[in-house]
């Protein structure tokens, strides 16, 4: 149980172009949502929280209005990297929490591969 | 600042030998989390300690959690080639919706 998936695992644009990425909670209600980045041989870094049915919180230096994150859903949630440029080219992961009580677990999907040239 | 921090950054062992990953962390914790992420792909949940509990046992793997120094250990026992990848300890603060902070990884390579 408790599976995550995205989609798609890997993606190339042209610069410029907006990009849309999906993250799914197969078997669980994920009433919150995780997006993060990672750059080569880096570790994970948290761009955003998205809560179903309410507006996510960025963190800071993450801009919102090119990355768009929408989670309409309890089980989906979409984030949009809009007129992306080379230096968005990243490895994007997902990852939906399942509330257990006072002790919040979360499962992450296995990435998106963003290339932009 | 981030607020796990693993040690060593980089560990390379023989096949059969035991592996130790230490970490740090800054302020009271709700839990610490370990990860294993393959080069490339995605993070898979090793094990999760409460901050109420001390040690944790999951196969070949231990855990251990020292709150009073704010440290965790995570030891694989007769490693194996494919325990080679990077390790990520990842701390959630107290409080019901805490986020979690990932420390900057140990990449551990398990010569055949």
């Known amino acids: 149980g408790a599976v995550v998936s995205q989609h798609p695992s890997w993606v190339i644009c042209k610069s410029g172009t907006s990009v849309k990425i999906e993250c799914r909670s197969l078997?669980?209600?994920?009433?919150?949502m995780f997006w993060y980045r990672q750059f080569p041989k880096q570790s994970l870094m948290l761009m955003a929280t998205?809560?179903?049915?309410?507006?996510?919180?960025?963190e800071q230096g993450v801009e919102k209005d090119k990355f768009l994150i929408n989670h309409a859903s309890l089980t989906l949630s979409t984030l949009t990297v809009t007129s992306a440029h080379p230096e968005d080219s990243s490895f994007y992961i997902c990852s939906a929490r399942v509330a257990s009580g006072f002790y919040n677990e979360q499962f992450f999907g296995p990435g998106t591969r963003l290339t932009v040239l | 600042s981030q607020q796990g921090e693993e040690d060593p950054q980089a560990l390379s062992i023989q096949e059969g030998e035991n592996a130790t990953m230490n970490c740090s962390y800054k302020?009271?914790?709700?839990?610490l989390q370990w990860y294993r992420q393959n080069s490339g792909r995605g993070l898979v949940h090793l094990i999760l300690i409460r901050s109420n509990e001390r040690e944790k046992h999951s196969g070949r793997l231990r855990v251990t959690l020292d709150t009073s120094k704010k440290s965790s250990s995570l030891l694989i026992t007769a490693s194996r080639a494919a325990d080679t990848a990077s390790y990520f300890c990842a701390t959630a603060l107290t409080g019901a919706n805490s986020k979690l902070t990932f420390g900057k990884g140990i990449t551990l390579s398990v010569r055949p």
């Open positions: 302020t009271s914790i709700n839990n």
């Open positions: 078997d669980f209600q994920a009433t919150t």
């Open positions: 998205s809560n179903e049915g309410s507006k996510a919180t960025y």
